[in-house]
Nanobody, 130 residues
Framework: QVQLEESGTGSAQAGGSLRLSCAASGYIRSYMCMGWFRQAPGKEREAVATITTAGGSTYYADSVKGRFTISKDNTKTKNTVSLQMNSLKREDTAMYYC?????????????????????WGQGTQVTVSS
């Protein structure tokens, strides 16, 4: 079992910044894919960014490219992934979920394919106001 603990929920004004973090613990692999997804009210959940804990290869949704940065910090017992969100827009308002794809070792599912992520955090709310 893998546990994902998210932190960094909050609010910001448009143009501002927020940082989310996710710590994976438990039966974690040294190499796996981790990512952030989001779901806005009335919309389907979408991949925001993913990263391999091995080489740090990243994927970003077009809507966040140039504004969001995903990064990793690995130890023997914990993998931590952070999402730095800059130049926030109202449309970034959503519940953000951390996820792990433990069967993907050296690369991530293409385009952040949700079905391949087998562990999920409980979600953290991000609200951007104008």
């Amino acid at each position: 079992q893998v546990q994902l603990e998210e932190s960094g929920t909050g609010s910001a004004q448009a143009g501002g910044s927020l940082r989310l973090s996710c710590a994976a613990s438990g039966y974690i692999r040294s190499y796996m894919c981790m990512g952030w997804f989001r779901q806005a009210p009335g919309k389907e959940r979408e991949a925001v960014a993913t990263i391999t804990t091995a080489g740090g290869s990243t994927y970003y949704a077009d809507s966040v490219k140039g504004r969001f940065t995903i990064s990793k910090d690995n130890t023997k017992t914990k993998n931590t992934v952070s999402l730095q969100m800059n130049s926030l827009k109202r449309e970034d308002t959503a519940m953000y979920y951390c996820a792990a794809a433990t069967e993907w070792w050296t690369r991530c599912p293409p385009l952040g394919r949700e079905a391949d992520f087998n562990y999920w955090g409980q979600g953290t709310q991000v609200t951007v106001s104008s």
